[in-house]
């Protein structure tokens, strides 16, 4: 039940419902992306950083509240058992978010949602959530490009999980399905920007605070 909890959770989709409660259907306009970008281009910044907040907090609320219930919240040394148990929580909100069922299937990118779970897992994954969200705005601000912030942020995860894992799990067997789970959401970002990596290469991709 939580899982499918979670996948509920994360399917919210709260670019669509701000884009149509202010008059426009963001998957008509703009990239077309259910995403807080796209909001942002479309209706401005401040329904932009309401919508990634929003998006945040539907990958934190699940994961958060699934750990207290469960017992593993603030809890350093899981078995791996109980690492899966409590990382599907986490993979199903991000699913929920890219693959929503109110919308056919065709959600966003999922990186705020990420970074949410991340956070969510605390304290195991949110120094490196915070680290990689360190690592996008720094992309962003120098190059402007949020999807190439997107995409370092992503790689960069699973490195910094490796690095945070090895004080907090020294065993080999207890670091293994953070790192897998970490490189899986990582990869599944990666893959949801080939359209922007397309463009990043042709050199028409869309810079912060440009529309076109």
């Known amino acids: 039940m939580l899982v499918v909890a979670a996948y509920l959770c994360g399917s919210i989709p709260f670019a669509l419902l701000i884009g149509l409660a202010r008059g426009v259907d963001v998957r008509k306009a703009g990239s077309g992306n259910v995403g807080a970008t796209n909001v942002g281009r479309v209706l401005g910044r401040r329904w932009g950083v309401l919508c990634f907040v929003l998006d945040v907090l539907k990958g ?6 699934g750990g207290v219930v469960l017992g593993y919240a603030g809890n350093v040394k899981l078995s791996p058992t109980e690492a ?3 990382l599907s929580l986490g993979v199903a909100a991000v ?3 890219v693959f929503p ?4 299937f065709k959600g966003g990118k999922g990186v705020a949602t990420s970074l949410g779970v991340l956070l969510g ?8 959530g915070l680290g990689a969200a360190v690592v996008w705005v720094a992309f962003a601000l120098a190059l402007r490009y949020v999807s190439l912030a997107s995409i370092a942020a992503a790689v960069v995860l699973p490195v910094l999980v490796v690095i945070h894992s090895h004080f907090t799990a020294p065993r080999l ?3 293994v399905p953070f790192l897998v789970v ?10 949801r920007h080939r359209t922007n990596i397309s463009r990043l290469m042709a050199g028409t991709e869309s810079k912060i605070g440009r529309k076109h």
Request: hydrophobic share 65%; proline share 8%; glycine share 8%.
């Open 84 to 86: 899966w148990i409590w």
């Open 182 to 191: 970490c490189s899986a959401l990582a990869l599944l970002v990666v893959l």
């Open 101 to 104: 069922v109110w919308l056919g």
């Open 121 to 128: 897992y605390w304290p195991i994954l949110t120094l490196p």
């Open 95 to 97: 699913v929920g978010h």
């Open 60 to 65: 934190f609320i699940p994961v958060l509240a």
């Open 173 to 175: 067997g207890d670091r």
